[in-house]
């Protein structure tokens, strides 16, 4: 008997086919990046309307100082020149809140997730000794100093911004006085005193898009956060003091001390980076369509493998024969359920889209291999199997935190199932007529 007869070649041909079959799979899996590329195009679009990522910086104070230098001359005479400085004065007591409502905003068939907050601010300044920061009082120009507010995004500014200082109203200007802390914000000018604490308070609406944050600047810092989102997502260099879920959302609490940062309360220039230290929330879906279909193309080679060995189980069991084109078709039918999967849920969400783009698929294999096979029995077990393996998939991509394990011993059944029906194969018979 010659190899190419024995079914052991043809095994080894069908697992060839197997492998070509992944070009096309993960010519797929290019399309779906192209598809979020288009979605992340579309989103960065409405959000450069509404506004983006948010993040409160201060408030602070600014002084502006002059900083003598005294240079020696050639002739051994003595110049004094001055170069004007700003010292950075954060809050000892800093205290906040914003209530963030999430919606979703469309352009076309694409979703961007933006929020409107209503926040507020309080707390106390108190200004440092001077002398201990090597700042003679008599080059303070106390008339330039202003309390700033850094902004991420000032399109998200919605209406005017309350600021009291003092029981004073303040008329808060777009810009910072200096940009050494951030680039973009608020401020105004502020009268100020030495030895004489200064009280404010600020409330505004604030829109942004996929996240908000906060820098602590206090000395004390405690803020609170309450939202709608379900699915809350906290970044940045600080974990909650307290975190509340609900149904009908959450409640979240940061509270952080002068001593869990690397910066002090008074500096002067670009001594320091305070930004880098931040807490806050990201409002994203998790797992959203892009991402779940990705996830599914990466099962294809299981898919695509299970059904041709189902196939080739049937035809020894049969003694039919199914040709390498055949096989081509079958493996197409396959690779294209991860297109219509694709293009449904971008229109139907990924659910229904799922349950479709899978009945849709297994009506058509089973249709072929009732017409190759011959025998409406075993298309009826090329179905039922391709069946039990989409929705095996589809319960691995709906896990999260068991996804490993539940895929590790859907494996491992799967296994045991193929040893159990090929026991009784006769791997050496002639198969000269397949």
Known sequence: MKFTEKPMFKMLAVGMLVLLLLIPANLVQNLIRERESTQNSAISEITSIWGGDQMIVGPYISIPFLDPITVTNEDGSK????????LYVLPEVLDGEVDIVPENRSLGIYEAIVYEGDMKFSGRFVLPDFATLGIQEKYIEWNKAAVNMGVTDLRGVEGSVDFTWNDEVLEMNSGLSSTEIYPSGIHASV?????????????????GSNS??????????????NSPWQEPSFKGSYATAAYTPANDGFTATWEV????????????????????????????????TYSKTNRVTKYAILIIALTFMVFYFSELINASSVNALQYVLIGLALVLFYTLLLSFSEHL????????A???????????????????????????????????????????????????LGLFVILGGIMYISRNIEWNRDNSEV
């Open 358 to 408: 899978a009945v849709m698929t297994v009506v058509m294999e089973f249709f072929y291999a009732k017409s190759v096979l011959k025998s409406s029995k075993l298309a009826g077990y090329v179905a039922g199997v391709l069946s039990l393996l989409y929705a095996f998939i589809f319960i691995l991509i709906q896990l999260k935190d068991f996804a490993l394990v539940a895929g590790s």
């Open 257 to 288: 001390s002068h001593l869990n940062r690397n910066y002090p309360q008074a500096w002067s220039g670009r001594k320091y980076n305070p930004t880098v230290d931040f807490f806050g929330t990201e409002f994203i879906q998790s797992v959203d």
């Open 191 to 207: 009268f100020i005193e030495k030895d004489k604490e200064y009280n404010f308070n600020m409330s505004s609406t604030l829109r």
């Open 349 to 356: 969400g990924f659910n229904y889209a799922y349950l479709l």
């Open 79 to 86: 110049t004094v020149s001055y170069s004007r400085k700003n």
């Open 212 to 225: 908000f944050s906060v820098v602590p600047f206090g000395k004390q810092t405690r803020f609170s956060m």
